[in-house]
């Protein structure tokens, strides 16, 4: 999740999701190559039993269906699931099946239908993490693992995540004088589990936050700068290690390659952010310009874009900002809101947990989403400045041409979005040769046009007539 795509250091035992809706690839009027943001959040009250609980663990998995399990940072209050089918229009609440006498906590959720959905969970006053699991929308809950999972007293469960309705894994701290995560994998939706070797730990680490994943690959992060990751769905691991021993807050991935890590900055809001170009093998700091906020990081899968959220923990970092250029540029959304952990499904379906301050304790304050539009693009090196463009655009007729100067370096991949995000059309261009565009079969309206190279993507919106 969590993501989705995310830990704070500020906060005491903080779980967190990565891992919105209606986040649209739309423009508003005709001129100009350049895009700005136009975006507004909505807030969702829940009505969970205890205020102070907070939308933590937060896993949209269609339009409609979005599950949350909420948790408490300051005194202990039971986990509770929110459960909306109809885009957060109303929200079911429910007890989960834990031990309150025990002061069980939910220290992760992986949801992957309308219907299915696990939850791990650790005690606070007892011994032994569990591995809960529905088929029912959170109707009825089952443990799964007995006796293969999490068996030693001082297990201590942080998250679970399922690439299918198969396939998932599970994680935990390092065991007391243990050289490695505790780690499980299922093949067969949590009725049998393997342990799993990992990379060897380094002094006192742990993880850190919730993992992040892209097909089959998932990325988690521990307290000394490093990210463990797996391309076969948690068969096999290997680990790396930032430039700077640093404990991230915020974890993404735009695809199996490019990524984004960013490092929270408890008393400014000159937050680190590093990225990674070779599927987390490597990492290197990036320089940036514009409102990067360190408390959660999720990517638009499909669009090459990020979403930063922050919180006003005495830092002033409350807001959101995008980035559409790995991160070298990040551009306001608002400043006001304070978010905790976004996740997103695909560049139109997304949420973000959030909090209020009610004198020295954090209280919730529902879930937000996007109602209006975000619109892809900020950077100086618009579609003219990039040596493209459209044309004639508005396009009568549905009928336009992409023409380049001269030819590019390599081969580009070209995307044509509707108002939603979707993709219309996709082509490959090397710039040499006129490219004709026929959108005539689609609705008249406003589209994105996407020219993506080695050095990045640039946008150029086009009307269709």
Request: charged share 10%.
């Amino acid at each position: 999740m969590a993501p989705d795509q995310t830990t704070a250091a500020v906060m005491p035992r903080l779980p967190y999701s990565i891992f919105m809706k209606s986040f649209l690839l739309a423009l508003l009027g005709l001129g100009g190559a350049s895009l700005t943001a136009q975006a507004q959040w909505v807030n969702q009250p829940l009505s969970f039993a205890d205020p102070a609980s907070l939308a933590v663990h937060v896993q949209p998995v269609s339009a409609g269906t979005v599950w949350i399990v909420s948790d408490n940072f300051d005194v202990y209050a039971p986990p509770q699931l929110a459960r909306t089918t109809d885009g957060g229009q109303t929200w079911a609440i429910s007890n989960l099946p834990v031990r309150t006498s025990q002061k069980e906590y939910a220290t992760g959720l992986s949801a992957v239908s309308p219907s299915l959905a696990w939850v791990v969970t650790v005690p606070a006053d007892s011994t032994g993490s569990r591995i809960f699991r529905t088929t029912n929308g959170g109707q009825n809950w089952t443990v799964q693992g007995r006796g293969t999972t999490f068996t030693n007293p001082a297990s201590y469960a942080t998250f679970v995540h399922f690439f299918s309705a198969t396939e998932g894994v599970v994680a935990g701290q390092p065991l007391p004088g243990s050289t490695s995560i505790e780690l499980y994998r299922t093949a067969d939706g949590g009725q049998s589990w393997a342990a799993v070797a990992l990379p060897p730990i380094v002094p006192t680490e742990n993880i850190v936050g919730q993992p992040t994943t892209y097909a089959n690959c998932i990325w988690f992060m521990t307290d000394e700068g490093r990210v463990y990751r797996s391309a076969d769905r948690g068969q096999t691991w290997a680990v790396s290690a930032l430039p700077v021993n640093v404990e991230g807050t915020g974890l993404a991935f735009s695809d199996v390659q490019h990524g984004l890590l960013s490092v929270l900055n408890e008393g400014s809001t000159a937050h680190a952010l590093f990225r990674t170009s070779d599927g987390g093998q490597t990492w290197a700091q990036v320089p940036y310009s514009g409102p990067l906020h360190g408390l959660g990081l999720a990517a638009l899968p499909g669009s090459g874009m990020y979403v930063s959220t922050g919180g006003d923990l005495g830092n002033g970092d409350q807001g959101s900002s995008y980035s559409n250029d790995q991160g070298r540029t990040w551009v306001a959304i608002e400043s006001t809101i304070n978010h905790l952990f976004p996740r997103f499904l695909s560049a139109s379906i997304g949420w973000s947990g959030s909090f209020r301050v009610a004198g020295t304790r954090l209280a919730g304050n529902g879930v937000y989403n996007i109602a209006s539009n975000i619109i892809l693009g900020s950077r100086a090196e618009t579609a003219t400045r990039a040596g493209w463009q459209v044309a004639p655009n508005p396009a009568a007729g549905g009928r336009t041409t992409l023409q380049a100067p001269q030819a590019f370096g390599a081969a580009a991949q070209v995307r044509v979005r509707d108002a939603v995000g979707r993709v219309v059309q996709q082509h490959r261009w090397n710039g040499g040769a006129p490219l004709a565009l026929d959108l005539s079969r689609q609705g008249a309206g406003l589209y994105v046009v996407e020219v993506a190279g080695p050095a990045g993507s640039t946008y150029q919106k086009v009307q269709v007539r």
